[in-house]
């Protein structure tokens, strides 16, 4: 189950990245956060660019709306979305880890 925290108008949850992956793709939730593969490597905030622009895609919200509000230099990081709540984070969630 992904672990989520209730934000002034929206939702945060936990996501762990693999840099430098061989395709960039969202693979599971695993230990309470979401698993995302990422190609581009963690120098120069080109990884957490690449995690933002991914989810943006796949939750369907503008990235403007998203932003890492922990873990900016870690695997782990958590993640805010404006205008979500947790139902519909966690509907998308499973509809994309299917």
Excluded: H, Y
């Amino acid at each position: 189950m992904l672990d989520t925290k209730k934000v002034p108008g929206g939702i945060k949850f936990r996501v762990r990245v693999q840099p430098r992956a061989s395709r960039a793709e969202i693979s599971r939730v695993e230990e309470g956060a979401l698993k995302l593969k990422l190609t581009a490597p963690p120098l120069k905030g080109a990884a957490n660019e690449q995690c933002l622009k991914l989810l943006s895609k796949a939750l369907g919200v503008s990235r403007s709306d998203l932003s890492i509000t922990g873990g900016d230099k870690s695997r782990s990081k958590w993640i805010e979305v404006k205008g979500l709540d947790e139902s519909s984070l966690k509907r998308l969630i499973a509809r994309i880890t299917e």
